[in-house]
Structure formats: structure tokens, C-alpha cells
């Protein structure tokens, strides 16, 4: 669909009949699409070179327009976003579509805000200063930085990446209303013989979450608490012990506190908290949780305090992260995106909630940042108070909204706050390896439905025998899979299967590090992966079909059970017996005689046919037929047919 095709009408000149000509298009598109069985193309790419070019080519041309779109939308509604370069890029940045459709939808609300009164026409929205306009990408130096000391050197925590259970942090539990070791069973302990526990240690918090009493002033509706000028807050960066007791100090006297996280997992198996933000309603602080790594148990004081409300939105990883990595857990929590699942807004983001309550809007270029860079940039470092500057005020408003919009036999707040104590139950798990089966958070299967590739049996044992060195070579150099071998290339390498190390290059352009050191070792595994799939093939169909013999053939007629015939001692056995050569000349001689048009014990088939019960006859006859020699291992099995008798040549 052009717009120079004279039968489709400007948009500016008739935007109802655009309107229809685009649905139209749209619609025929997709009904087109629907139409395909996408489960067998990758089968097909398989067979057919010129078709597996020709949907590289229509995958090109359809990536290209959907960057155009996203650009122009991103370009109209002020989100910043960047353009997709491959499969494997939508899967992995997926959000960035999702940031630009909940612009446009907040730019539709605002729009009819305005037509209904609601909103005066031109109210102008405060923005999170930045260095540049938004509309530009991520600048190179703040995206994945190559030339960072990896700071997990550093770490003196840091988990085995193998399969055994995690080994919680935390060692001293404050606000406890039972023992630390509540609820664990002898399986939980380090065994004897390995010292490695069969299961994880239990959530360290659960039975003070599930018995949480939550404060009354929750419950109460308050004029909601304006926040202080964001560009007259200069946040508190905080790297040091000394600096960590002061704002814990100020903590512990908060009613409410805002809390969010950075976290980085491009360059790291597990991932790993780089920045903690920390908002009260006076003071905004940046916690450096690279450098207090060891030291941040002690928010335990104040996360598990039961009397201070913890906001964060979307904090099902955070809760998580803050396991793994500190030891941390959270009691009391109100999570935001809970709050606008009860209220049906039509958006659940955070950048929708900075919209609506406080006429902000985020730079959200920084979400694709790499928050290892030390020194903390400016841009990044208000980027980062931006996330939790305003959500006090946020929470405020939502919980108004809340009670006022809750009756007799439906709280919603305490909706809210009964799917927030669920999310603070979560327990970091380590993922395991599942060869098998491939589940998990790593694992094969969930990649292989995704990308929904039809593979043959030696496509598929190489996938998982790739995938497996994949995951190995992530855990053993602490690297993110997708890093070692991304998956549009790990699928470059089924499709193709090199057969060496030059293939397995010029499967990956470029080239990550990882698969130029272990090409030839690849090619290898590829091959062997092959040549395993291909014996199981043909030991699949050589492998008889056992079935149980019956008591008594039901074709034969019942009878009295004849003695066996006497067996003679054989003095001498003629050596032409074991003449295989000879045993196969007679039993093509027997089987030419059988084949013939005319039996020399009947004539003519035909003519013996014509005999009333001649045919029957002759049935019996020669289905009690039977070739047989002295040495019985060359005896030839009944036959009843010449087909049958050709069959044992």
C-alpha cells in the first residue's frame, strides 16, 4: 500500500477514507499471514534454497517497515528508541515497541482529556532534562561499554554458576518474629558426604510477610504529599560505609520510602545489581551497590520493617535481585503496577503513571545504559533519580484512588497490597541446566517454541548440543548466553550444520570472540550431534516390533497334539550344505517354479480354478509348502505366495 496509488485518499484530504484503505490493507495482511502454517518453514527453508532467500528477503523489507513505523511513531510521541536489527533483537528489546504504543495511547487520553474539558488545551509537561534531545539515540559510551573492569572480579560473594541450590545471604535477621532457621527440613542442609543441600534454604521472611498487620495510616485518605522541584534535588550519591550508616539513619525515621534498581546482565551469566535508588520525601539517594556490595545486609533494618512502606513498581525481579545479591528482603511493599491493574488504566507503566500524576515525561534512552560506568555520568545519574523522585507522590494518589473507588465487600487496596505481599515472597532460584527437557530459565524449549523452527532429528540433537556448549561457555566465563552466541546465529549454525571450522565462521557475521576460539571444536560437536541423531534414526527402524505369539494359531483347526518326529543321528554332514551360494540358487529356482503362470501339480491356475473347490485346494496345498534342508539354520520359511518366497532372497 503507497501513498502515490491515485485509489488510496490522503490522509489529510479524507482520513476516514485513509482510515478504511489502511484496515482494508491490514486486514487482507493478516488474514494472509493467519493463512500460513509458520510451523513448517522452517522445514521447508530446510529443503528449498531459493525460498529460505526469498524469506530473508520479505523478513528484510518487513523489519525495515517496521522501524520506519516505530521511528514515526517514537518521533511523534517523543520516546526515544532504536532501530531493530534482527529477530533475535526484537526478542530481546521488545519493550522498546511497548514504551512507544503506551506513548501513543497516553497521547490518545490526553487528546480526549482535552476535547472533554478535562485537560486544558496546551498544558505544557515538565521533562527529565538530558544532555541531548531525546529523539537521538543512546549515546555510544553509555551502552554496553567494552572497556569496563568487569566488576564481578571484585565480587568475594559471588555464587558458583553451576546447578547446586542457592546459598542465602543473609545471616542476621532483623524484625524477626521467628528464628532464622524457621522451617528448614534436613534436606535443606549441606549434606554430609558433598556438604551441597538437596533444596534452597526457605524465604527468610515468609512467616513475617503472611502475618503482616499493615500500618492504619494505609487505609486512610490524605491530601497526597507534592514532591520537591526535580531539578532543585540534588540526589546523594553514597559509595561508602560511613555514607551508608547516615542514610540509613534518616531511613529508619520514614514513614514511606520509594525504592528502585539498575541491574546489568549483558556481561554476566546470573546478572548483577549495579545502583539502588532510595527516595524519602525529603532527600533522594543513589546507592553505589558495587562498591557497598558486602555491606547492604544492613537495609534489612528498614526493608523489613513492617512499619515502613517500600513502594516500588514492577518489583517482581527487584525483590529478587535483592536476594541474590545482598541478601536483602522486603516487608510491607506496595507495588505500583498492582495499583493500575485495579483502577484499569489502560496503560501499567511507569512512564504512563509519571504522565498522568505529575506531567512528566522520562527520558527513557537510559534503559538501555550500562550502569557498571563508573563515574556515573549526569544524564544517567538523573535518569536514575528520576525513577523514584516521584513516586511517593504517585503512591499518594494511587491509594486515594484506591479506597475512594472501593466498596463494602471489595478493598481494592487491599488487593493491591495482598498481590504486593505475593511478589515479596518470591525466592531467587538459581536456573538449572535441563537438558532433557529444556525448561527453565535458560533453556531450550522456551527458545525453540519462540522462534518456532521446524527442525529434522539432526537439526534438533545439533540445536541442543549447541545450546548446551552455549550455556556451559556462559557459566564457565560469567557471560550472558546471548553473548557468547546470539540466537540468531545459534539457529544459522542448525540450519546449516558446517562441517568445519571456516563454516562455523561463516555462520556468524560477526563473529563473536567465543565461537572464533571454539570454532573447530564446534564443527566437531555439530558433526557428532549429527552422526548420534542419525545412528538413533536407524536404530529406530531396525528395531523389530516385538509382539506376544499366541497360545494357538486361530487359523489353524484344533486338534489332538501330535508326537514329535523322531530325530536320527546324523554321522556325516555333506559340506555342500553350508554352500550359501548354492542355498540361494535353490531358492531362486523354487521361486522362478512358484512364480510361474501354470503349476506343474495343477496346470493352468486358470484352468484349475474353473474345478469346483480346485482353488481351495490349491490354496492349502501351498501354504503347507515348505523347502527344507538337513542343516536347519538354512531352512525357508512357509510361503504362500511367489512375492513372499522373492522376499527371502
Known sequence: MKMSDPAIPHPKEDFDGFQSSLFKALMSASVASN??????????????R???KNMDHSASHLLSAANRLLQQCAHDTGVDTMEFEDADDVNNRYINVVEVVDALLEKADICLDEYRGSRKAGTETAQVESSEPQRKELEKQYRNAGNIVRPQSKFNDINNLNDVPFERKIKFKPHALVPLDHNVTPEMLPHPDTGIPLVSLPHAYEFEIMSLQHPDHMFIQNEPQMYLPFDETKPTWVENEEQLDAMLAKLEKAREIAVDLEYHDFRSYQGFTCLMQISTRDEDFIVDTLELRNQLCKLN????DPAIVKVLHGATFDIQWLQKDFG???????DTYFATKQLDFPSHGLAFLLQKYCAVTADKRFQLADWRIRPLPEPMMKYAQSDTHYLLYIYDC???ELLAKSVANENLLRSVLASSNEVALNKWEKPVYDMENGEGKNGWASLLRRWNHRMTSQQLAVFKSVHYWRDQAARDEDESPRYILPNHMLFALVERMPIDKAGVIGCCNPCPTYVLLNAQMLAARIQRAKMDA???DVEAADTPVV???????ETMEKGQAQPAPKRHKVDAVDPAVFDLQKAKEARMAQAAQVSKASSQLFGAWEDAAEVSGAQDKLER?????????PYEGLAVKSITTAKDLRGQQ
Do not use: C, W
Not at 536483602?328 to 506496595?334: A, E, H
Open 534 to 536: 542419525l545412528a538413533a
Open 301 to 304: 533494618e528498614v526493608f523489613a
Open 50 to 52: 531459493q525460498f529460505a
Open 35 to 48: 493463512a500460513l502454517d509458520g510451523s513448517q518453514i522452517g522445514f521447508h527453508r530446510s529443503l528449498d
Open 328 to 334: 536483602v528482603y522486603i516487608v510491607n511493599l506496595f
Open 547 to 553: 509382539t506376544k505369539r499366541p497360545a494357538e494359531d
Open 621 to 629: 496345498i501351498r501354504a503347507s509348502m515348505k523347502l527344507t534342508m
Open 398 to 400: 494511587l491509594r486515594n
